[in-house]
T-cell receptor, first 115, second 112 residues
Framework: DVKVTQSSRYLVKRTGEKVFLECVQD?????MFWYRQDPGLGLRLIYF???????EKGDIPEGYSVSREKKERFSLILESASTNQTSMYLC??????????????FGEGSRLTVL | GESVGLHLPTLSVQEGDNSIINCAYS??????FIWYKQESGKGPQFIID?????DKRQGQRVTVLLNKTVKHLSLQIAATQPGDSAVYFC???????????FGEGTQLTVNP
């Protein structure tokens, strides 16, 4: 079974803390994505990566950065967490050739609360 | 740009009935559409997709219909079961290679 694993299901952090959300996929996918999911807003793309060390901004990149040092791992970084970053964060991956779309495989999400 | 919206945030049906979940998109240049299902506590899972050169596509108990004239697509679930209870998202791609835009989601509740 294909799998996208997010290391933390639930996190509670304080305003100003640096937060790392880790995502690993075992499908040898080239494309990886970070979304946030908020009620009434659906899924919004934060950042994506098509290859190791490559990254592109999504629709809401402000306040976030990413790292892709290895093909299977894509990290989302909140340099200084703020309360408006309280959300559910979803990592996804897909095969090259399906472009930036096609079938996305999602992790189970990381629910972050910033106090 | 592209916006994708669902007509109803919630839908409640009786077990065994057919369910229809609707979605509208804004850009007539959208060429690819996907439906995802998200069960409580899990990430979204792919259900079915359809390209703009098709009007209908069927899977196992699910059918997606695409009406490009009014920029509308729907997901039909036959003989809805309790395990179908979930949030359903539609997503659209504006042009080949561009990112997906997701709708807000419809919560489907199946009553026994």
């Amino acid at each position: 079974d294909v799998k996208v694993t997010q290391s933390s299901r639930y996190l509670v952090k304080r305003t100003g803390e640096k937060v790392f959300l880790e995502c690993v996929q075992d499908m040898d996918h080239e494309n990886m994505f970070w979304y946030r999911q908020d009620p009434g807003l659906g899924l919004r793309l934060i950042y994506f990566s098509y290859d190791v060390k490559m990254k592109e901004k999504g629709d809401i990149p402000e306040g976030y950065s990413v790292s892709r040092e290895k093909k299977e791992r894509f990290s989302l970084i909140l340099e200084s967490a703020s309360t408006n970053q309280t959300s559910m964060y979803l990592c996804a991956s897909s095969k090259r050739g399906q472009g930036r779309t096609g079938e996305l495989f999602f992790g189970e999400g990381s629910r972050l609360t910033v106090l | 740009g592209e916006s994708v919206g669902l007509h109803l945030p919630t839908l409640s049906v009786q077990e065994g009935d057919n369910s229809i979940i609707n979605c509208a998109y804004s850009n007539s240049a959208s060429d690819y559409f996907i439906w995802y299902k998200q069960e409580s506590g899990k990430g979204p899972q792919f259900i079915i997709d359809i390209r703009s050169n098709m009007d209908k596509r069927q899977g196992q108990r699910v059918t997606v219909l695409l009406n490009k004239t009014v920029k509308h697509l729907s997901l039909q679930i036959a003989a809805t079961q309790p395990g179908d209870s979930a949030v359903y998202f539609c997503a659209a791609r504006r042009t080949s290679g561009s990112r997906l835009t997701f709708g807000e989601g419809t919560q489907l509740t199946v009553n026994p």
